[in-house]
């Protein structure tokens, strides 16, 4: 994070209040008249001692007390003056941040928001505001009247006596010096107790966002002992901002003190030796209460200074982040898709060393539907990702029409296409303004007829408030397929000549998933349609298919023809292929996908028969935990629908994602074997419908069939050394795990 000095930041922000040049000019007339005050107040108590008293001149006494009081009401009136300016200008100017912070951060891709902090940006636009202003508003008038105070007093130090002024000036470094070792160690624990507060609203943010992961994996008492950690190290840093600041305003106020007396002391000798008159010795003794006065109150305004510096620091640094894409001056402007789009020769990835896509080559004609599949980490979803311009590639070029992308206008690509995610992104607003989303400018009939094509009338009818109902934050007070219906109508709003879907029903369960397929069927005609998914079932009547791997084009083709080829796609099909789920949400396995597990191929179509029936069916919801690390192993899994993550926690607190479980794959074969405890923790990512075995009933047929016992036990084992290895790989360790170590577990 960039970090800006006290008088860095007192610039800036004069700077920035001129953008209200009038009310700055004003301010600064009003310090004028504020430092004038303080400078006429004690040199008026040379006139008043050494000619109205002394000389008993009554006349010249009230007319010294009248010019007080005027100046006085004058300098009071200047303060008033001083004080609306600064407040106007201290909103004005956090709004015009907060909004040009905004703004900014609307320029920035996905992956802004995965590098920082939420807890960076929620602070820019809270704390750190409110500490500029209050810098703008009270610490820099402050610290300006002060500093000009002290300048214009010392200068008529020297005007009454000299050496009496050389010798406080001679003391004055003192004031300085004595405040110097705690100002450094003031930022830096003011800074540290900012980023701690900063990382602990980004805490209680996260507990909101994740509280269903936190409940169900039974985080509560981890959550809660890392917000304590936490609370310490900000008590900390905290009781030393505050105290170094104490102590920065202490050791001037000594400072001030002892130079005070030395200076009453010699100019007390002065005044007896007939070198200074007793009312010049009490307008200097003013003076010089001015210079300590002004200091201390100089101190007080340091420390608004360094929070309203250190909250500056955090919103330069965002506002310092440059987009990563970037719109030229001369950008042409896109119409509707004509012929194609693509990519040419593509190389990227979202860390620079480490590419996601390496020169694949693809193309979507106009009109046709298009599906892009592939295993997880294949690349189908960064391929998406660059034709909608979330991202720019390193090389290659993404193309409509043959226009590059990037020589295009970001604005004339959003008007042509139509977006729908598998997170649905809706806003805390109602059904009605969320469809409206969509198209700004569009009436109320044309929303009505988006909603009638995403097939949510009969949904809409049954609410109390129809369209007027609120979906409440993130499309909360909605079930996940109203929400993607609202996104479908959303999309449909648009009358986009590309439609975007990534995993766009992935996370839906199997009867509300086919009907909005139905309903994604309702595209005009000639509407392109490019499709992610991982589910191969409901792509098989598409124009095209492109198949990707390790993140390159692996073969493409019709449904037919990627079958024939009998190449990845067709892998996958038939990992796939042979589950039902009926509308009770029961999950049946036929035999010959059973016979595809490698450990069940030899099996007797009798005991195939007799296992099926001892599947059960299980549903998991997104976010359920299926087991944990160190749970007790006496269940085989099949998914039959979703998508689930594997993972282990590294040293305890570091989540290390081994891999993502889909349709058709299975897992723990090993509690078939023995009740060994879980080395990893599996977690729905989706909706998920698995076939589960348990091992009694396994057992019971194994018995039958020793030499298939032997051989199962085999590849589980196997398998279980893979498994192994990749958690090894994940802690940093290089181990070998031969299979007599691990059949002795």
Not at 410 to 421: D, F, M, N, Q, Y
Not at 502 to 526: F, H, K, Q, V
Request: charged content about 20%; proline content about 3%.
């Amino acid at each position: 994070m960039k970090q800006i000095g006290l008088m860095q930041f007192v610039v800036a922000a004069i700077r920035l209040a001129m953008s209200s040049r009038a009310l700055t000019i004003l301010i600064g007339l009003t310090l004028v008249v504020q430092v004038a005050y303080n400078l006429l107040l004690p040199m008026s108590y040379k006139y008043i001692f050494d000619d109205a008293i002394k000389n008993s001149d009554f006349h010249l006494l009230v007319k010294l007390l009248v010019f007080m009081v005027g100046i006085y009401a004058f300098n009071g009136l200047a303060g008033i003056t001083q004080d609306y300016g600064t407040s106007r200008i201290g909103s004005r100017l956090a709004c015009d941040l907060q909004e040009k912070l905004f703004a900014h951060l609307q320029t920035q891709p996905s992956s802004f928001y995965t590098q920082v902090p939420e807890a960076d940006i929620v602070a820019a636009f809270g704390p750190d505001i409110t500490a500029i202003e209050m810098a703008v508003v009270r610490g820099i008038p402050s610290f300006l009247l002060r500093f000009m105070t002290i300048i214009t007093s010392v200068v008529l130090l020297f005007v009454i006596q000299w050496q009496l002024a050389l010798i406080a000036l001679g003391m004055m470094p003192l004031i300085f010096f004595a405040s110097k070792p705690f100002g450094p160690k003031a930022r830096i624990a003011a800074r540290a107790a900012d980023d701690q507060q900063a990382a602990i609203a980004g805490l209680v943010q996260e507990n909101i966002v994740v509280n269903i992961a936190i409940r169900t994996f039974n985080l509560q008492g981890q959550r809660l002992g890392k917000m304590r950690a936490m609370l310490d190290t900000l008590r900390n840093h905290d009781f030393l901002a505050k105290l170094y600041v104490q102590l920065v305003g202490r050791a001037a106020v000594l400072a001030v003190g002892c130079l005070q007396l030395i200076v009453l002391g010699v100019g007390s000798l002065l005044a007896i030796n007939g070198h200074l008159s007793a009312g010049f010795l009490i307008a200097f003794i003013g003076l010089l209460l001015n210079v300590g006065g002004a200091t201390d109150s100089l101190t007080q305004a340091i420390p608004l200074l360094v929070q309203g510096a250190s909250g500056y620091s955090r919103i330069i640094s965002l506002l310092e982040r440059e987009p990563a894409i970037r719109e030229t001056a001369d950008a042409k402007e896109l119409g509707p898709i004509g012929k194609s789009i693509g990519l040419v020769d593509v190389t990227f990835g979202y860390d620079p060393t480490n590419n996601i896509l390496s020169n694949v080559t693809l193309e979507v004609p106009a009109g046709k539907t298009v599906a892009i599949v592939g295993g997880s980490g294949s690349g189908k979803s960064t391929v998406l990702a660059l034709m909608m311009r979330l991202y720019d590639p390193q090389t290659g070029t993404v193309v409509i029409d043959g226009t590059d992308l990037r020589d295009a206008s970001e604005a004339s690509l959003r008007k042509h296409t139509g977006v729908v995610l598998q997170n649905t992104a809706l806003f805390n607003a109602s059904i009605r303004e969320n469809i409206r989303m969509g198209r700004l400018s569009a009436t109320d009939a044309e929303i009505t007829e988006a909603a009638g094509r995403a097939g949510l009338d009969e949904m809409i009818q049954n609410l109390p408030q129809g369209y007027e109902t609120s979906a409440g934050s993130q499309g909360g007070l909605l079930s996940g397929g109203q929400r993607q219906r609202v996104a479908i109508a959303r999309a449909f709003l648009r009358n986009p000549s590309i439609m975007f879907l990534d995993e766009a029903t992935s996370a839906l369960d199997a009867n509300t998933e086919a009907s909005i397929n139905e309903t994604l069927t309702r595209l005009p005609s000639g509407t392109t349609l490019i499709s992610v998914t991982h589910r191969l079932a409901h792509i098989t009547n598409y124009d095209l298919i492109y198949v990707m791997e390790k993140g390159q084009l692996a073969e493409f083709g019709s449904h037919e023809d990627l079958l024939a080829r009998k190449g990845l796609y067709s892998g996958l099909w038939h990992k796939q292929s042979g589950f039902t789920i009926d509308d009770a949400g029961s999950a049946q396995v036929e035999l010959e996908r059973l016979r595809k597990i490698p450990f069940l191929s030899k099996c007797a179509d009798e005991l195939l028969t007799t296992l099926s029936s001892n599947f059960r069916t299980e549903h998991f919801p997104k976010d359920r935990v299926v087991f944990e690390e160190g749970d007790a192993g006496d269940k085989f899994y099949i998914l039959a629908r979703g998508r689930m993550e594997a993972y282990v926690y590294l040293e305890g607190t570091t989540k290390h994602v081994l891999d993502v479980i889909e349709d058709g794959d299975y897992f723990g074969e090993l509690a078939l074997i023995r009740p060994v405890p879980r080395t990893w923790s599996v977690r729905a990512i989706t909706e998920c419908v698995c076939l589960t075995l348990n091992r009694k009933d396994f057992e019971a047929l194994m018995a039958l069939d020793g030499e298939l016992q032997k051989e199962i036990t085999e590849m589980a084992f196997a398998r279980m050394a893979e498994l192994s290895q990749a958690i090894m790989k994940a802690a940093g360790l290089d181990l070998d795990f031969d299979m007599d170590d691990l059949e002795t577990i």
